[in-house]
């Protein structure tokens, strides 16, 4: 039994690896892609807004419906469909042909929700649960390591070969669920599909002990977002740096994320600092350097200021996603567990717009960043007492 468990453990994590390695692979094209369909940065951008809708729409859809029809199937579906839209994409030569397969790809391509379900499925107990959420939250940062080193090397042949690669991807995956993956769903649920994604948002908002963590979070991965699918463009527009360089700073920086996350979140954050401490320092120190990168026009001195920040904003996530599930009742974890979903798609579906807007009217995106944090903040500050109160 444990063998299996162990098994399909690494088979799912492995499906995530190669689906956030595509993502990595794509980000630092959009420079290039820029160039390539003549456009201007706020419509490249919608390449990834177009992600965020579809996957803020089915995302919900997707994890209940591996709660109803086993979750294989529905992780096979999305598979088999990002592997021929990817394919598409590739012989794509005309910027509306591109998008047109770009949303068809987004929309069974965030599976993220069905891939929770199923690690939350084999573990055994509360505290192996929490380790392998966390272990898949660094697991994602990945992308930022891998996909843009990968992606910027591929370039050297041409614009197309990331996206070959990406349906080479979308190949081992179909492999992997059909031939390897044992379903763990053991119990099919009869409960009626919820197809509105902001009534379980909603839900928990107007939840007392969960509603300022939702609030906060969404503002922080609002931040976030703002640099991290625009950084390469950021880079090249703000420093005048080459596409090349762009691509190894997202490498180096996100491999000291991966670091940050994998090892030093265990062996220095939570070993120093309470999560319920680590709320405020974290936010506030995360106000205070992005306000301050939106006034560095050297590129050394960015380097250095935003190494700090990823130092702290890294370890955000995981603290956010175990305090609400703490919040809720065990039979809502999976509503929780798909609605943070929801919320970062959400995000994902707001970041690209404000970004390429913001950008193309040359105003700076940590700027605004800040400001989102300072929101944040504001709703952290709401949470103080029962923070203090309860052990």
């Not at 800040?370 to 709401?382: A, E, R």
Request: with cysteine; proline share 2%.
């Amino acid at each position: 039994m444990f063998s299996k468990l162990k098994t399909t453990k690494f088979i799912v994590l492995s499906i995530l690896f190669l689906d956030v390695l595509s993502i990595g692979l794509f980000v630092p094209l959009l420079p290039d892609l820029v160039n390539y369909f003549h456009v201007s940065i706020f419509l490249i951008s919608l390449a990834i807004w177009v992600y965020a809708l579809f996957s803020f729409l089915f995302n919900p859809i997707l994890g209940q419906l591996s709660d109803k029809i086993w979750r294989k199937k529905v992780l096979i579906l999305c598979a088999v469909w990002s592997f021929f839209s990817n394919l598409i994409m590739a012989l794509s030569n005309t910027y509306l042909f591109f998008m047109v397969w770009r949303v068809i790809n987004w929309i069974t391509w965030w599976n993220i929700s069905i891939i929770s379900s199923i690690l939350s499925d084999i573990s055994e107990n509360k505290k192996e649960r929490a380790t392998n959420f966390w272990f898949m939250g660094a697991l994602f940062w990945i992308w930022f390591v891998v996909g843009p080193a990968l992606s910027i090397f591929l370039l050297q042949f041409w614009l197309k070969v990331p996206f070959y690669f990406m349906v080479a991807f979308s190949f081992i995956e179909v492999f992997l669920i059909y031939f390897l993956l044992e379903e763990t769903n053991k119990d099919l649920s009869n409960r009626q599909l919820v197809y509105n994604p902001f009534i379980s948002i909603w839900k928990f908002i107007k939840i007392k002990n969960t509603r300022y963590f939702i609030l906060s979070m969404f503002f922080l991965l609002l931040a976030s977002g703002m640099y991290q699918g625009m950084l390469p463009v950021y880079l090249v527009d703000k420093f005048k740096v080459s596409i090349n360089f762009a691509g190894i700073f997202m490498s180096v920086i996100w491999l000291v994320i991966l670091i940050n996350q994998a090892i030093l979140f265990k062996k220095f954050w939570l070993k120093y600092f309470s999560i319920r401490k680590l709320f405020f320092i974290l936010n506030i120190w995360a106000l205070i350097l992005f306000f301050i990168l939106s006034f560095v026009y050297k590129i050394n001195i960015f380097i250095c200021l935003f190494i700090i920040l990823v130092m702290f904003y890294g370890v955000i996530r995981p603290i956010y996603q175990t305090e609400l599930i703490e919040n809720v009742d065990k039979t809502q974890t999976w509503e929780v567990l798909w609605v943070t979903s929801s919320i970062q798609s959400l995000v994902m579906f707001l970041w690209p717009l404000i970004a390429g807007y913001l950008m193309d009217k040359n105003i700076d995106i940590f700027f605004a960043s800040s400001l989102f944090v300072f929101v944040s903040v504001l709703f952290l500050g709401k949470l103080k007492n029962y923070l203090i109160i309860k052990k």
